[in-house]
């Protein structure tokens, strides 16, 4: 099980500033920008690390002064526990594109009407669950549906581990439901597919290939 481990962040900060301060450090721009990209990241998760320590530290010894407040100390953690899961979290991260931003492509198929409608109801889900993260979304690019939902739309996500995050989203998606665009309420099963793409700066040589079920793989 992979688990946040702040001793070895520390070393890999310490291993990442020694290299931001040989020269000539600069003279390849794209492996600066990713040096630097990923020193910023740590150093936020370390800090995130540090005020939740000191917020416990703080609500322990509130709670050892005055044992009246259990309940208000008890209130007070419950985000701070929130905090490290999802730090926890980020420690599962580890491939070469999971800590940055993602592109998104959500396409209708099979399932006329419906499945427009469908690979609408999937961008709206997935912009609401961003914003809920906190990530920041842009639609790219947008295919209204002959009647009604959208043919397929591009949007990208902005935020830390978004590409690794949506990465396991990749593939197809089934609604089963009584069709509202059917006059005799009949059940429709429709399909949307999702592809996911990890967002990149400065694109070099990238080989797609397709995984057994047609979806695309880095």
Known sequence: MVTFDPDRLRERLAELEQELG???FWDDQQHAAAVSAEHARLARRLDRYDRLNREYSDAKELLSLDASLADDVEASIVPLRRELERLQEDALFSGEYDAGD???TIQADAGGTDAQDWAEI???MYQRW???RGFQTEILETSPGEEYG???ATFTVKGDNAYGILKAERGKHRLVRLSPFDAAHRRHTSFGQVIVAPLLDE???IVLRRDAGGGLIE
């Open 22 to 24: 040989q020269p000539g």
């Open 102 to 104: 993602a592109v998104v």
């Open 122 to 124: 999937l961008l709206r």
């Open 130 to 132: 961003a914003a809920e």
């Open 150 to 152: 959208i043919k397929s």
């Open 203 to 205: 694109a070099g040589k």
